[in-house]
């Protein structure tokens, strides 16, 4: 049974518990079982694998070389406004770089003053954005634009260092330093003509995946005020849903990425561990991956080509990436999925609610139509992937935060600090175990992709939670809803595999529904292919959100 859902003297009661010798025994116990944490010494030791001197990602076979079907791109629609739709403004002389960035600038700030707020700003440079756009005018009226990102505004995380603003992670602690140059990510799709638009809100230090953070004004869901935006990159699913812009730089560490696009209902993805630089990029630690929500398949494409293409000398893992494949992260986008094989865990389905894993079926059940096959596969061990990921993410979070832990306490929200007093007294010995399973985890992973090219499965396990403006005011902690959200997400970053979530449904409350594919290491053309082909037969479509912003409109 799970923890009930916390907030105001509760959750403060809580805390102190959880932060008092004696007490925090007891409550321990109960966290323990709820996450499933119990669990994991009871399994048998064929599970366990020798503890992982280095994080690389386990390739399961060399790439399969599916040739091109030579099918269609997704063909854009009215909704939503992709990078495409922004260059072919200025391609027509409809718009300019310089009049979209204005507009940007103008219905960005105009979200904060909304009941409730739909905030999704941490900090702006308003002279550095129209900078940037300036120059993608000249280029455009040039003829000589940059490429397919040229001009196209985005969207970046609070975790990625941006020159002249400070990255502050979500937190009230950290310093307000401006940062001295951009981070990799930042400077790379700058060097591609894209336009800064603003850095966005995010979970304190990213350690909620619902979307609440009481030191920022957080948005709520773009598509139901009453409902959580999910995170922890919160503002970027947000805004890309809205339509501020086409691609948002975020960071997942346990899901950051795909929780707020699949609970927002646009696209994301999690590439391969190493395939982008994290230099300039706060987040560190051995689950934590960049990547971009989009509001296409071709916007994650885009994205990917920009930033990914290149290793880079301040970031060592980067070294592992081998170079892309021959003509982009898109190369495979007109593949089709003709004699794919598709794995499927139908146990870890169940825990999926039945709306969720309908429309997950349903999309599946479509690519079955067009070609793929469906192949049951089991992986018991990828069952614990949340509880092995609780013990990896928090204690890494932890100890990065030691300092502020230690001597700071009184301004860290009562729910991290709740978080974080559960896992500074596990034992060592769990934490240690815990990753002889992860070990083993990426064995049965690789081992199961040896016969798959992909492996599908709900992108979270619940719709948006509930969110209300009493939420947004203080901090509450809802176990529940974390595991729901959770639940499909940690596999991906405790592997370091590509993993991606595409909008392929809505409940009967109509919240969208996102369906993830994960696929084997460097392979993150295979996985586009399938979103790409999601698109191209209807299977998956961004909705546009009733307070959307047309800013090309």
């Known amino acids: 049974m799970k923890p009930p859902r916390l907030s105001g003297p509760a959750l403060v009661a809580a805390r102190v518990a959880a932060e008092s010798p004696g007490s925090d025994a007891a409550l321990r116990k109960i966290l323990r079982g709820s996450m499933g944490i119990d669990r994991l010494g009871t399994l048998p030791a064929s599970f366990r694998a020798p503890l992982a001197m280095e994080m690389r990602p386990v390739q399961a076979r060399e790439p399969r070389g599916r040739a091109s079907a030579r099918l269609p791109l997704p063909a854009p629609g009215a909704w939503p406004r992709t990078s495409a739709s922004f260059t072919q403004a200025y391609r027509d002389g409809k718009l300019t770089p310089r009049a979209v960035a204005e507009r940007v600038i103008d219905a960005l700030d105009s979200l ?64 307000e330093t401006p940062a001295a140059r951009d981070s990799a990510v930042v400077a790379r799709l700058r060097r591609a003509g894209a336009v800064f638009a603003g850095k966005t809100v995010l979970t304190e230090w990213g350690m909620s995946p619902i979307g609440a953070n009481t030191h920022f004004e957080m948005p709520h869901n773009a598509h139901d005020p009453t409902r959580a935006p999910g995170g922890s990159s919160t503002g970027s699913g947000v805004g890309v849903a809205l339509g501020l812009a086409p691609i948002a730089a975020g960071g997942d560490g346990g899901g950051s990425i795909r929780i707020p696009a699949s609970l927002n209902g646009v696209f994301g993805i999690k590439p391969t561990f190493g395939r982008v630089s994290r230099a300039g990029d706060i987040f560190a630690g051995s689950v934590a991956h960049a990547g971009p929500l989009a509001a296409s398949t071709l916007d994650l494409v885009a994205f990917l080509d920009a930033v990914a293409s290149e290793h880079d000398p301040d970031d060592s893992i980067t070294q592992w990436a081998p170079p892309p494949p021959e003509g982009g992260f898109g190369a495979l986008l007109g593949a089709g999925v003709k004699g794919l094989k598709i794995g499927v865990d139908d146990t870890a389905w169940r825990d999926a ?201």
């Open 353 to 553: 609610s039945p709306e969720v894993a309908r429309a997950c079926e349903d999309a599946l059940k479509a690519l079955e139509k067009e070609g793929a096959e469906i192949i049951r596969i089991e992986m018991p061990l990828a069952r614990h992937a949340s509880a092995i990921g609780y013990l990896t993410i928090a204690p890494e979070s932890v100890a990065a935060n030691r300092e502020a832990w230690l001597h700071r306490r009184a301004e860290i929200s009562d729910d991290v600090r709740l978080t974080y007093a559960f896992v500074a007294g596990l034992p060592t010995v769990d934490q240690i175990d815990a990753q002889r399973l992860r070990a083993g985890l990426r064995r049965e992973v690789a081992e199961t992709l040896r016969r798959v090219d992909v492996i599908a499965m709900p992108t979270t396990a619940i719709t948006a939670p509930r969110y209300n403006e009493e939420d947004a005011r203080g901090c509450f902690s809802d176990p529940e809803a974390i595991d729901g959200l959770c639940r499909f997400n940690f596999l991906g970053n405790l592997t370091g595999l590509p993993a991606a979530t595409a909008p392929v449904g809505t409940d009967s409350a109509s919240l969208p529904i996102g369906l993830q594919i994960l696929g084997d290491a460097w392979d993150e053309a295979t996985v586009l292919a399938v979103l790409a082909h999601l698109e191209r037969i209807g299977a998956a479509k961004v909705r546009r959100p009733k307070s959307a912003i047309d800013v090309l409109g």
């Open 112 to 175: 904060a003053t909304r009941k409730p707020t739909m905030n999704v700003l941490a900090a702006k440079d308003a002279a550095a954005t129209l900078r940037d756009a300036e120059a993608a005018t000249a280029r455009w009226a040039k003829g000589a634009p940059l490429g397919a990102l040229d001009g196209v505004p985005f969207l970046v995380k609070d975790e990625f260092d941006v020159e002249g603003l400070p990255t502050r992670l979500g937190s009230r602690i950290e310093p």
